[in-house]
């Protein structure tokens, strides 16, 4: 499904990600582990089609990822740091907008919409403007915002940030429920737990430079 080969990045004389290869099944779950600055989000906006490649390809079900593809973004979703927010919109209408956005049907887009806000604990605070939210509920925010969009391949670059344990334990079900209805996912975080939640396969990233 997602094929890194020898894909590595530099930015001038920097290295920020030596070469790496590596493949995972559709269905699979690649875990990104490694220290700070090991390469980890590099690697991430790599698959993700937001940064090219210095050296090597990634291939996406055997096509080039590329972000200006629109086939290519439907089936790639990307939550790399927190999404910009709309200061007029509240927590509801910021996801529906995204559902909305992909979903041509309006009744199929308000129950994703509304499904996405219930699973991640967010119902009660679907009426708030980003604003009025905690750092860890931004953060439950914006794994809304991803989830309430089409995907085959999610892309999350430490989804456990912000949050408490009970919460971390709310991303590793929301997660694995994605991988069980076939999504490919590939998530670089620093927390053992969540990686060993995920029960994927892990690339340990060393340091570029
Ligand atoms: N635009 C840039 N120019 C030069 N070096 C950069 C640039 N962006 C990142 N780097 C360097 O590239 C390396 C990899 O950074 P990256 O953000 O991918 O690491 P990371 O593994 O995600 O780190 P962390 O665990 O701290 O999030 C780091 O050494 C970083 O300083």
Redesign the pocket.
């Known amino acids: 499904m997602i094929d890194l080969d020898d894909v590595s990045v530099s930015?001038g004389e920097?290295r920020?990600?030596a070469p790496i290869s590596a493949s995972v099944d559709a269905g699979g779950a690649l875990i990104v582990r490694?220290?700070?600055?090991?390469?980890?989000?590099?690697?991430l906006r790599v698959i993700a089609g937001v940064r090219a490649p210095t050296s090597g390809a990634v291939r996406i079900g055997g096509d080039i990822v590329t972000e200006r593809d629109r086939r290519m973004r439907r089936r790639v979703a990307v939550m790399i740091g927190l999404p910009p927010a709309a200061p007029d919109l509240t927590v509801a209408d910021h996801v529906l907008l995204v559902a909305t956005t992909w979903e041509e049907d309006a009744a199929a887009a308000a129950a994703l919409a509304s499904g996405v806000l219930s699973e991640l604990g967010l119902t009660s605070l679907a009426e708030r403007y980003p604003h009025e939210l905690s750092s860890g509920q931004m953060q439950l925010f914006g794994l809304a915002l991803v989830l309430a969009r089409p995907f085959e391949v999610l892309v999350i670059?430490?989804p456990e940030q912000r949050l408490d344990p009970e919460h971390v334990d709310v991303v590793i079900r929301v997660l694995r429920a994605r991988r069980d209805r076939g999504a490919t996912l590939v998530v670089?975080t620093?927390d053992p737990r969540l990686a060993a939640g995920l029960a994927g396969r892990t690339l340990w990233?060393d340091?570029?430079?």
């Open positions: 930015a920097v920020l990600l490694g220290r700070n600055g090991a390469g980890k989000s590099t690697l670059d430490e670089a620093h990233l340091a570029a430079a």
